[in-house]
């Protein structure tokens, strides 16, 4: 049984790798029956955009910079109004590499923490977060990828879509995962050696 009527995706993109899984989630919600509305967050309508939302999930999508959300989403983030049993699911993606037959996973560390904790903290109900590893475009640090190894990236994230997002629509929560610990386990380590560090990161981005 579905949880969810309708549904608005909000995405930020800069190299098209969100914009990517913003769409394999907008089919998959869909193909459940949950209407689905996709936009851009420079699109969004902040006034009409949240009317009428306990019966609609709202998911926020952004890539990972500096492990935390890029600036533009953290300002989007705060200008996203208040609400009382509006949910909201936060997906970051993040880059991977791929060596020889070896996959390294990227880090998406404070990012989805950080947007959890704001919408909390505006009255959000969380129903979930997860990140999603997507071809690294950060290629001045490590060798440029072949367009089949990107492709292997990109289907081994398409295929777990429905994995974090079935419990979502039947009513359950996803916060408890090895993925989050991941995530949990690089924040935590940089809160060791640079506890400022989200400071920093928003001063110098």
């Given at each position: 049984?579905?949880?969810?009527?309708?549904?608005?995706?909000?995405?930020?993109?800069?190299?098209?790798?969100?914009?990517?899984?913003?769409?394999?989630?907008?089919?998959?919600?869909?193909?459940?029956?949950?209407?689905s509305?996709?936009?851009?967050?420079?699109?969004?309508?902040?006034?009409?955009?949240?009317?009428?939302?306990?019966?609609?999930?709202?998911?926020?999508?952004?890539?990972?910079?500096?492990?935390?959300?890029?600036?533009?989403?953290?300002?989007?983030?705060?200008?996203?109004?208040?609400?009382?049993?509006?949910?909201?699911?936060?997906?970051?993606?993040?880059?991977?590499?791929?060596?020889?037959?070896?996959?390294?996973?990227?880090?998406?560390?404070?990012?989805?923490?950080?947007?959890?904790?704001?919408?909390l903290?505006?009255?959000?109900?969380?129903?979930?977060?997860?990140?999603?590893?997507?071809?690294?475009?950060?290629?001045?640090?490590?060798?440029?990828?072949?367009?089949?190894?990107?492709k292997?990236?990109?289907?081994?994230?398409?295929?777990?879509?429905?994995?974090?997002?079935?419990?979502i629509?039947?009513?359950?929560?996803?916060?408890?995962?090895?993925?989050?610990?991941?995530?949990?386990?690089?924040?935590?380590?940089?809160?060791?050696?640079?506890?400022?560090?989200?400071?920093?990161?928003?001063?110098?981005?």
């Open positions: 049984m579905k949880s969810f009527d309708t549904s608005l995706l909000y995405c930020l993109s800069g190299t098209g790798n969100t914009y990517r899984v913003a769409c394999w989630i907008k089919d998959y919600l869909d193909e459940n029956g949950i209407e509305f996709l936009k851009q967050i420079e699109d969004a309508d902040l006034q009409g955009g949240f009317h009428d939302s306990n019966r609609r999930l709202i998911v926020v999508l952004f890539p990972t910079h500096g492990f935390m959300p890029p600036w533009s989403m953290i300002k989007f983030l705060f200008r996203m109004p208040r609400q009382k049993n509006a949910h909201v699911l936060t997906v970051a993606t993040r880059g991977a590499i791929w060596i020889g037959p070896i996959k390294i996973p990227g880090a998406a560390g404070f990012a989805n923490f950080f947007t959890a904790l704001v919408l903290f505006k009255g959000y109900t969380i129903r979930g977060f997860f990140s999603l590893d997507m071809a690294s475009n950060f290629t001045n640090v490590h060798p440029s990828l072949s367009n089949d190894t990107v292997r990236i990109s289907d081994k994230a398409k295929s777990k879509i429905d994995f974090f997002l079935k419990p629509i039947s009513g359950r929560r996803l916060l408890l995962t090895l993925n989050n610990l991941y995530d949990g386990l690089w924040a935590g380590f940089l809160f060791w050696l640079i506890p400022i560090f989200p400071i920093l990161y928003l001063m110098v981005s």
